[in-house]
């Protein structure tokens, strides 16, 4: 199982970012998926999760009406569109697939900064 994660960078405050994972050795369509974050000093939170089929999703209070996640099963990608971006959404950034053992991607620096 991999999860090779891209996009990130550095933008100012109410700007754009969009992250991807792709996934490979695992059937995609089979399991929800998850990004999550965390900032310095503090422990990994949930941003939001997908279910397997793309019908049901849920987000952190903090970027409701922000990100927004989506995911395409037939590449085998889920992705995070973050927009109007904080200076607290600062921190890396890890896709997740969880189920009975759980898989993270490398995990992506975002930082929101003028």
């Known amino acids: 199982v991999q999860l090779v994660q891209s996009g990130g960078g550095l933008v100012q405050p109410g700007g754009s970012l969009r992250l991807s994972c792709t996934a490979s050795g695992f059937t995609f369509g089979l399991y929800a998926m998850s990004w999550y974050r965390q900032a310095p000093g503090k422990e990994r939170e949930l941003v939001a999760r997908?279910?397997?089929?793309?019908?049901?999703?849920e987000y952190a209070d903090s970027v409701k009406g922000r990100f927004t996640i989506s995911r395409d099963n037939a590449k085998y990608t889920v992705s995070l569109q973050m927009n109007s971006l904080k200076p607290e959404d600062t921190a890396v950034y890890y896709c997740r697939r969880g189920g009975h053992i759980e898989y993270w991607g490398q995990g992506t620096q975002v930082t929101v900064s003028s």
């Open positions: 997908i279910s397997n089929a793309g019908s049901s999703r």
